[in-house]
């Protein structure tokens, strides 16, 4: 009946747990666990884990893994996709001074916490342009 449908795509960065994720310890923009609860996991309700500080040279990654994402929803015949950057996920901990300590280029200023959402939208948005039909 003309309507559209949109993936939602997000990286759960510290409010992950390595039993949900084949063993690996959740990345964030700064060491700080979720301390106020618990999160489900195949082996019940756990604590969540100090998540590892991303580096420098793995955020293009992050960014990369956006775009594949989005190129994925494409190719399954999604209209567009939702960046979720809220909700306490990877890019709300990027944007918010009290999960995002770091000193570098994506810390600080509102400019530098900005960065990470930025040049994920600008990849992203590589892929609308792109493709006419596509948002």
């Known amino acids: 009946a003309g309507g559209k449908i949109f993936s939602q795509i997000w990286h759960g960065g510290r409010a992950c ?3 949900l ?4 310890q959740p990345v964030a923009p700064s060491p700080l666990r979720i301390t106020n609860d618990e999160t ?4 019940g309700k756990k604590p969540y884990e100090i998540p590892r500080e991303l580096r420098d040279d ?4 992050i960014v990369a893994g956006f775009r594949h994402a989005a190129e994925n929803a494409r190719r399954a015949g ?3 996709v939702e960046l979720h950057g809220a909700n306490g996920y990877l890019i709300d901990q990027f944007l918010r001074d009290g999960t995002n300590r770091r000193t570098d280029a994506y810390g ?3 400019e530098n916490r900005m960065r990470l959402l930025r040049e994920t939208l600008e990849d992203t948005l590589e892929i609308a342009i792109n493709s006419h039909e596509f948002c």
């Open 21 to 24: 994720n084949n063993g690996a």
């Open 78 to 80: 999604f209209d567009g």
């Open 58 to 61: 793995e955020l293009p990654g």
């Open 108 to 110: 600080g200023s509102h």
């Open 17 to 19: 747990h390595s039993l």
């Open 40 to 43: 489900y996991t195949p082996q």
